[in-house]
């Protein structure tokens, strides 16, 4: 059976301005957290994808009213008190949202809800969700313990937690937020090392308890609240493979405007400026306690870099694209602190290998980490692995040479019309 595929190769540089879908972590979180208001808001330019869309369902499966508006979200919530599903609830690829979901449910006394998902998510782990949840009183029951989805909820009373993350994680750190509101006391939860912030930006934007004391963030029992307007800020993790794409390419200049700026997302940045990457942003404004702005790449020669482990959970989805530019630099990069890439929609730690050999790049790869040779790449054909960000940070890596893309498709996980925008800044030289 033939598969389809993608064949890309620049002509020339890449030269434009672009504004990016919405962004995915604040749109999962922007829908949940309307569906529990009370009233009707709207959520302003929210990323319209896979993962989101099964967001959207499954906010309506549980009694919130959705519908589009043009380019926007309307949203009728059904406050702190969800309906029961009529059907089990399908996640598709969504691993945020089975994982907010969880913390959401728990603490819907007497409502049940079967979570399940497509192949790859019913693969990866939820236990690191499941386990607190339980110390706070919830009952979860799935396949191998409740490790793996699907997973079945009943929702109880739930008891505040003081909870020390053992592993970076926004998704988890949110999911024991999002139960708090449901729960008696004090939910607290530390993070040794900060993750992305939306949730509890987002709490602060909806007038939610919540407090911020060092590493700690705390909530408790969530009074009915109001329904207001979300704009979304577009998806940083988007914009990153066209700031590597003008790097890379010749005589490229690429602006990306009303990007999230959010500090705990912007690590690349760092990283790429510390390569000798020449990129300039600014912070122009921000909604819903996102900063929001612009940022500016042009071609540049690169050099390898170890890479700041601590840097690795503000960045943790660019890592792919990173290792994209690391194949073109000169010299190693060394990319630590990837235990995480593991148990993503793939192997990302095996798929980065797998296609920087299958382009000609020299890599090593540990248990949680990678070894990149740059020095440029040569044409060839690169594996999704069923990843929108694989799929596209690889399209990238081979631009400059000739690349083949199977299953393009994938990008449209968190990036409807990826490959369309390539070409359009491509063909605007």
Request: hydrophobic share 45%; glycine share 12%.
């Amino acid at each position: 059976m033939d598969r389809p595929f993608l064949d890309l190769k620049v002509e020339g540089p890449l030269r434009g301005v672009l504004r990016v879908p919405g962004d995915k972590s604040v749109t999962h979180r922007g829908l949940m957290l309307l569906a529990l208001s009370e009233g009707e808001g709207r959520l302003l330019y929210p990323l319209k994808a896979g993962d989101t869309l099964s967001t959207a369902k499954a906010m309506a499966a549980l009694g919130a009213e959705i519908a589009e508006e043009g380019p926007h979200f309307r949203v009728r919530g059904v406050g702190l008190r969800l309906k029961e599903p009529e059907d089990v609830i399908d996640c598709g690829n969504a691993g945020t949202l089975m994982r907010l979901l969880l913390g959401l449910l728990a603490g819907q006394e007497g409502l049940f809800a079967v979570l399940t998902g497509d192949a790859s998510l019913r693969r990866r782990p939820m236990g690191r969700v499941v386990e607190p949840l339980r110390a706070m009183g919830a009952r979860i029951e799935g396949r191998e313990g409740g490790r793996r989805a699907p997973l079945a909820v009943r929702g109880v009373p739930l008891r505040g937690l003081r909870y020390t993350l053992p592993v970076p994680s926004a998704q988890v750190k949110s999911a024991l937020l999002l139960a708090g509101l449901f729960a008696e006391g004090v939910t607290e939860v530390e993070e040794p090392v900060p993750t992305r912030d939306h949730t509890e930006r987002l709490f602060l934007h909806f007038g939610l308890p919540l407090e911020k004391e060092g590493p700690w963030v705390r909530t408790r029992r969530a009074e009915p609240f109001p329904a207001r307007d979300l704009i979304v800020p577009g998806d940083f993790s988007s914009a990153a493979f066209f700031l590597v794409a003008a790097l890379l390419v010749p005589g490229s200049e690429v602006t990306l405007e009303g990007v999230g700026l959010n500090p705990t997302r912007t690590g690349l940045l760092k990283v790429l400026k510390a390569m000798g990457a020449d990129l300039e942003w600014r912070v122009e404004e921000g909604e819903g306690g996102e900063p929001v702005g612009w940022v500016r790449a042009r071609h540049s020669p690169l050099k390898g870099v170890s890479v700041d482990p601590s840097l690795i959970p503000l960045m943790v989805d660019e890592v792919p694209v990173l290792a994209a530019a690391a194949a073109w630099v000169e010299g190693e990069t060394h990319i630590p602190n990837l235990s995480e890439l593991r148990v993503k929609e793939s192997d990302r730690v095996s798929a980065i290998a797998q296609n920087l050999r299958a382009l000609g790049v020299e890599v090593e790869e540990g248990p949680d980490w990678l070894r990149i040779r740059g020095g440029g790449v040569r044409p060839g054909a690169v594996e999704p692995f069923h990843d929108h960000r694989i799929a596209m940070a690889f399209a990238v890596a081979g631009l400059p040479v000739g690349v083949r893309v199977y299953e393009p498709q994938w990008a449209e996980i968190s990036y409807p019309g990826f490959f369309e925008d390539l070409k359009r800044l491509c063909a605007a030289s």
